[in-house]
């Protein structure tokens, strides 16, 4: 039987830009994790698919990570 986590979020999300390019340049100095869209398909390219399951205050500790790679993103 599958126990959700108490706190979680899941999806595809669109970033405008090629991710693995982006992961790399400003995800891996931030310790991003996410998994670039093209990785299960090439139409996904200028996508991340997030699928983070956790504890209340450890998803919300990883949540500042995620708005800050977002930010850097939009300041290209």
Do not use: C, Y
Request: aromatic share 8%.
């Amino acid at each position: 039987d599958f126990n959700p986590p108490p706190t979680g979020i899941f999806g595809i999300v669109p970033i405008g830009t090629d991710s693995v390019a982006a992961l790399a340049e400003h995800g891996a100095p931030l310790g991003l994790l996410a998994t670039p869209g093209s990785m299960f398909d090439s139409s996904l390219k200028n996508t991340l698919r997030i699928a983070w399951g956790s504890e209340p205050n450890s998803f919300a500790a990883a949540m500042p990570v995620l708005s800050e790679f977002l930010t850097r993103l939009q300041e290209e």
